[in-house]
C-alpha cells in the first residue's frame, strides 16, 4: 500500500533536507519529482497540480524562508498537505442510533459482503456493539448464502427473508432489531457490474424507506480513478456519508484513497488492509500520511496492541527483563503475543525512522513457526536454564523440532545476544 509512492516522496524529501536554504530554483527540482511520483499513483491530475501549488506556495514562504531547518519545515509542509488531501481529521462511523443503521452500496465485487462482516466485528470489538447483519441482496447467486456463512463463523446473526422485495427485507429487518435488542443494523444491498436505473432505484427506494443513519460505499482501490466517478454516481443519487475502500493490500497505486475526499467531498470511513476478518481498519488520514512519509505510525501500532496483547503477561516479562531472569519460558511467551499482532514485516513499517532497508524486509512466518517448534523440543528445565543445553540436549532438540543443530545454535546465540542488549539498557547504554 503507497510503496512505490513512498519511496519516491521519501528520495524527494531527503534531497531538500541537504540544501541549506529553501529557493524557487531547488524547490521546483523537487517538485517535480513530487508530481511525477503522484501522477505514477493514478493520482488525479487537477488534484496533484492544486497539491504542488501548495506546497510550493508554503514553502516559498517568508516563515520556511527563516526557519534554521528549511528540510524539517518542508517536510512538515508536505506532511500537513497530505493529511488535508486526505481528508484532514477523522470521520467517525456514527454509532448513536436505537439501532443504528448502515446500508452498505456497492459494485459487484468491489468486497461489499465480505467487508459487511469485516465490520460487524470490528463494531461488535471495539465499539461493544450487538449487530444484525440483513441480507439485501436477493439477486446474486450465492449472497444470501454467503452472508449467512459469514455470520456463522462470525457467531452474528443474519435476518434474511430469501430472494424478496429488500425494501421489504430491510423494514422487517430493522422492526425485527428493535425487538430482539440488536443496537446496529448493516444492511447488505445489491451490486452490478456497472451504475444503472433500476439498481440506483432499488437503493434509493431503501434509504427513503428505513432513512439509514449512514450509506457507505465500498469501493475497490484497484479501480483507481475509475474510482472517483463510481463515487460521484453513487453520491449523485444516495447523499453518502462514507466510502470504504477495500484491497489497498494488493498491488495497487493508492491513487484512488489520495484523489477520493478532495474530488467528491465523501470521507473515507475504513480501509481493507487484508483478507482476514479482522482486515478492516478505521481510516486516520494524518497516520496514513506519516506512513506515506516514511514516518511510523506509533499511534496504530500502540492500538493493535492493546487490542490483543494479554497485558498482565506482558508486564511480568517486562519485569522479568528488567531483574535478568528473562529465559526461554518468556521468550516463547513474548514471540505468541507478537504473532497477534499480525506480519511481522507490517509491524516494520510502523515503527518511525526505520530504515527503508528493514522497511521492505520480507517475514517469513515459516522462521518464527520454527523458532516455536525449537523452543517446544526443551524440557521446561531447558526453557529455564538454556546455559544447560550441551551437544547431546542440542541434538535431541533438533531431531524432535525436524529442524538442525545449526538452527538451535543460532536460535541460542540471538537468545543471548538480546539477553545482553537487554542489560545494556537497563544500564542506561545503547547497544548500537
Known amino acids: ?234 453520491n449523485n443519487r444516495l447523499s453518502l456519508t462514507g466510502a470504504i475502500l477495500t484491497k489497498l493490500d494488493g498491488d495497487t497505486r493508492g491513487g484512488a484513497a489520495l484523489s477520493i475526499r478532495h474530488l467528491t467531498n465523501v470521507p473515507i470511513k475504513f480501509i481493507g488492509i487484508s483478507e482476514k476478518m479482522d482486515g478492516l481498519d478505521e481510516f486516520h488520514p494524518d497516520r496514513m500520511a506519516t506512513r506515506i512519509l516514511g514516518m511510523g505510525d506509533l499511534m496504530t501500532m500502540i492500538e493493535k496492541a492493546e487490542e490483543v496483547i494479554d497485558q498482565d503477561e506482558a508486564m511480568r516479562s517486562a519485569k522479568r527483563m528488567q531483574e535478568g531472569k528473562f529465559d526461554l519460558e518468556d521468550f516463547l511467551s513474548t514471540l505468541k503475543q507478537i504473532k497477534k499482532l499480525g506480519p511481522l514485516e507490517n509491524l516494520i513499517k510502523m515503527i518511525p525512522g526505520i530504515p527503508k532497508e528493514a522497511r521492505n524486509v520480507k517475514v517469513d512466518p515459516k522462521d518464527m513457526a520454527h523458532i516455536e517448534a525449537i523452543i517446544l523440543s526443551m524440557t521446561p528445565y531447558e526453557r529455564r536454564h538454556p546455559e544447560c543445553l550441551k551437544a547431546t540436549r542440542k541434538q535431541r532438540i533438533a531431531a524432535g523440532s525436524a529442524r538442525s543443530v545449526e538452527e538451535v545454535n543460532r536460535l541460542l546465540k540471538q537468545f543471548e545476544q538480546m539477553k545482553q542488549m537487554m542489560k545494556q539498557l537497563k544500564k542506561g547504554k545503547m547497544p548500537f
Not at 501549488?53 to 498537505?81: C, H, Q, R, T, Y
Not at 424478496?164 to 445489491?190: R, S, W
Not at 428505513?210 to 457507505?216: A, L, Y
Open 1 to 234: 500500500m503507497f510503496e512505490s509512492l513512498g519511496d519516491r516522496l521519501q528520495n524527494a524529501v531527503n534531497k531538500i533536507k541537504g540544501y541549506g536554504k529553501i529557493t524557487e530554483e531547488n524547490i521546483s527540482e523537487v517538485t517535480r519529482e513530487i508530481r511525477l511520483a503522484l501522477l505514477e499513483a493514478d493520482v488525479n491530475y487537477k488534484v496533484v497540480k492544486e497539491f504542488i501549488n501548495n506546497v510550493k506556495e508554503k514553502a516559498l514562504g517568508e516563515e520556511v524562508a527563516k526557519s534554521l531547518k528549511p528540510g524539517e519545515m518542508f517536510v512538515k509542509i508536505l506532511k500537513d498537505e497530505l493529511v488535508e488531501l486526505l481528508g484532514g481529521e477523522k470521520a467517525d462511523i456514527c454509532t448513536a442510533g436505537n439501532p443504528t443503521v448502515l446500508m452498505l452500496v456497492g459494485l459487484q465485487g468491489s468486497g461489499k459482503t465480505t467487508t459487511i462482516g469485516k465490520l460487524a466485528k470490528l463494531l461488535r470489538k471495539k465499539y461493544k456493539k450487538n449487530p444484525l447483519l440483513v441480507a439485501c441482496d436477493v439477486y446474486r447467486p450465492a449472497a444470501i448464502d454467503q452472508l449467512k456463512q459469514l455470520g456463522k463463523e462470525l457467531n452474528i446473526p443474519v435476518y434474511e427473508e430469501g430472494k424478496g422485495n429488500p425494501v421489504e427485507i430491510a423494514q422487517n429487518a430493522i422492526k425485527y432489531a428493535k425487538e430482539n435488542l440488536y443496537n446496529y443494523v448493516l444492511i447488505d444491498t445489491a451490486g452490478r457490474l456497472h451504475i444503472d436505473e433500476e439498481l440506483m432505484d432499488e437503493l434509493d427506494n431503501i434509504q427513503k424507506t428505513v432513512h439509514p443513519d449512514e450509506v457507505m460505499l465500498v469501493v475497490d482501490s484497484m479501480t483507481g480513478q475509475d474510482a472517483i466517478n463510481v463515487i460521484e454516481g453513487f
